[in-house]
């Protein structure tokens, strides 16, 4: 499809959503046109890439985005990562959502208005938005930072009810509207398009790897090189950490090396990783599939913990031997992405380390295609859809 044919079609279809709008909110579709100009304060109309079932191809959907509130700042999205936790939410893996529904928490774009008690913000700042677009504020773990623990459920990019009722639609889409305590700035050092996949996939590497205690001389084994992965390899390498590489494609073992990996491991059924026992300070295990943990457990130095972050089916439990924990006093631990401090730091961390993800930019109408390729294990590390590509 051409530029200018996909332009105008894109332009009618945002007409379309302006007067399907008005005619919803009893306002004639001219105020409303004369609004999504310049810095008005909303409702905005949106459209996006919804899921309709579990198992069906996305479809553009319109929809419309909340009036800011005075701690609102509205986003127009330029780019939104394609993360596997989207196709596990979609598929029913995590249990039964909610249709239609537009995934993505790998936001990043520009501030175009703002509302009247935004301290942090102003229109035309790069941002970013991750997994999470609020929490609860009063809880311990909110006060601590941990917003990704709050202990009365933060409310999530996609998928969760929001304060007003409404179920959250994720960054798939052209526009978000989000109170600005969850908003990140992106550094100048990082691109828009490279900025999305840091703070879903980054940020979920980045927190263990210094919960841990992840520095300079510690032997570190990264488990899968995927999405999640990839940026294990690089932020461990950046944090000075000696890398070792267990992935199951032989054709990554010059990228892992690339990505700063002194050691690469094929993970075959069956490999013997005899020689790396009790060699690691520290293990990142990011496969998003059940799959058999008790061949890594060995590998940990006494007292060493095996963290995982990738998460599959629910209906897979991992199962690990009675007697596998107990030898070294091993410990088996999960991380969960990050706090929004965290978060930001990470993504200064980036900057300053030259830290990015390894992108591949599709169109919106690619996602369905770039779904199938991350299931089949073929992503190259990360797909970001470009929101102005239609
Ligand atoms: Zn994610
Ligand atoms: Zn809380």
């Given at each position: ?201 980054g940020?979920?590497v980045y927190?263990?790897l210094?919960?841990?205690?992840v520095t300079p001389g510690k032997k570190v084994a990264i488990?899968?090189m995927?999405?999640l992965g990839h940026l294990g390899v690089k932020l461990a390498t950046a944090l000075g950490a000696d890398v070792t590489v267990f992935t199951?494609?032989?054709?990554k073992t010059n990228d892992a090396k690339r990505f700063g990996a002194k050691q690469v491991v ?16 520290f293990?990142l295990?990011t ?62 961390f980036c900057?300053r380390n030259k830290i990015r993800p390894e ?22 590390y ?9």
């Amino acid at each position: 499809m051409s530029k200018s044919h996909n332009t105008s079609r894109r332009d009618f279809l945002r007409q379309s959503a302006v007067l399907g709008a008005g005619a919803a909110l009893g306002v004639s579709g001219s105020v409303l046109a004369q609004q999504s100009s310049g810095s008005h304060k909303g409702p905005y109309p949106a459209e996006g890439m919804a899921a309709y079932s579990e198992t069906g191809p996305l479809r553009l959907m319109q929809f419309e985005r909340r009036a800011l509130g005075p701690k609102d700042v509205a986003i127009k999205i330029h780019y939104c990562g394609v993360c596997h936790s989207d196709i596990h939410t979609v598929r029913g893996d995590w249990g039964k959502i909610q249709f239609p529904q537009i995934v993505g928490h790998e936001l990043a774009g520009e501030v175009v208005a703002v509302g009247s008690s935004v301290n942090n913000f102003t229109i035309g700042n790069r941002v970013g938005v991750g997994t999470m677009v609020n929490s609860c504020r009063i809880c311990p773990e909110c006060h601590a930072g941990h917003e990704n623990y709050c202990l009365n459920g933060n409310t999530q990019t996609y998928g969760s009810k929001d304060r007003d009722g409404t179920i959250t639609q994720g960054g798939y889409s052209t526009f978000v509207v989000v109170d600005e305590d969850f908003v990140i700035k992106i550094p100048d050092a990082i691109d828009l398009a490279d900025a999305g996949p840091l703070l879903c996939a980054g940020i979920t590497v980045y927190s263990p790897l210094r919960r841990w205690a992840v520095t300079p001389g510690k032997k570190v084994a990264i488990v899968g090189m995927g999405g999640l992965g990839h940026l294990g390899v690089k932020l461990a390498t950046a944090l000075g950490a000696d890398v070792t590489v267990f992935t199951t494609s032989p054709d990554k073992t010059n990228d892992a090396k690339r990505f700063g990996a002194k050691q690469v491991v094929l993970n075959r059924d069956g490999a013997d990783f005899s020689k790396l026992r009790h060699a690691f300070d520290f293990a990142l295990d990011t496969v998003p599939y059940k799959h058999d943990l008790n061949r890594f457990i060995p590998l940990l130095k006494r007292d060493a913990t095996y963290c995982r972050v990738g998460v599959g089916k629910l209906a897979d439990s991992n199962e690990i031997g009675q007697m596998n924990l107990v030898l070294y006093r091993n410990a088996l631990a999960g991380s969960n992405t990050g706090g929004i401090q965290e978060t930001q730091d990470m993504i200064e961390f980036c900057a300053r380390n030259k830290i990015r993800p390894e992108i591949t930019k599709i169109r919106m109408q690619g996602t369905d295609d770039a779904w199938r390729r991350v299931v089949a294990k073929q992503a190259p590390y990360r797909f970001v859809i470009d929101m102005t590509s239609g």
